[in-house]
């Protein structure tokens, strides 16, 4: 048990805005997949250390899929938050969506799950708070992201 209270999902709710700029771009002009990538895990570290105020690893990313190219110019989002917390572990969900600055329709560009694992000083899984669930609609992410945890436990121990 961690010896915080529980909190709500939106206690750590986060979200990231960047502008892409030229040096966010690969040869053919639009962005580097390693950039959203990067901010990505960057956001699931924040919201992750916002609801259990310790160090952090991600353990694992769930698949990536870029559903449409950023380009330079556009204005990019990483909406992340809690969907499930267990004995030492954190779910976060990050949806990234991108817009034109100079106008134009903002779209879903990529989604991922990522679980982030809460470390003691001496580098050991630590407790993190229970999650506060307040909606129906964070009851059934939660119950979802429980699956999920337990279908990536069993995966992985099938491989070991
Ligand atoms: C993540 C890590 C701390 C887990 O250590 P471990 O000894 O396997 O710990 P445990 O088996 O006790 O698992 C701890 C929790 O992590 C979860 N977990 C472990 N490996 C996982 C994985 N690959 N994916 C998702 N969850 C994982 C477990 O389900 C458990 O969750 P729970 O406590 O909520 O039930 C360890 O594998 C590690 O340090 N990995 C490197 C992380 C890192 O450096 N990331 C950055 C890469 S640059």
Not at 46 to 65: K, L, M
Not at 67 to 75: E, Q, S, T, Y
Not at 76 to 88: H, I, M, N, Q, S
Not at 98 to 122: H, I, N, W, Y
Request: proline share 5%.
């Amino acid at each position: 048990m961690s010896g915080l209270p529980p909190r709500t999902v939106a206690d750590s709710r986060t979200t990231v805005v960047r502008l892409m700029i030229p040096t966010d771009a690969n040869f053919t002009g639009n962005v580097f997949g390693g950039q959203i990538l990067a901010e990505l895990d960057r956001v699931a570290y924040v919201v992750a250390g916002r609801h259990c105020h310790q160090n952090c690893v991600t353990a694992s990313i769930d698949r990536v899929d870029f559903l449409a190219p950023v380009h330079v110019g556009d204005l990019v989002e990483w909406l992340a938050e809690l969907t499930y917390v267990g004995r030492t572990s954190m779910e976060v969900w990050v949806q990234v969506n991108a817009e034109p600055l100079q106008g134009g329709s903002r779209r879903k560009v990529g989604e991922a799950f990522l679980t982030m694992v809460a470390l003691d000083a001496g580098g050991r899984p630590a407790p993190v708070p229970a999650l506060n669930l307040v909606s129906g609609e964070e009851r059934r992410r939660f119950a979802e992201g429980q699956a999920r945890a337990e279908t990536r436990r069993k995966v992985r121990t099938a491989h070991r």
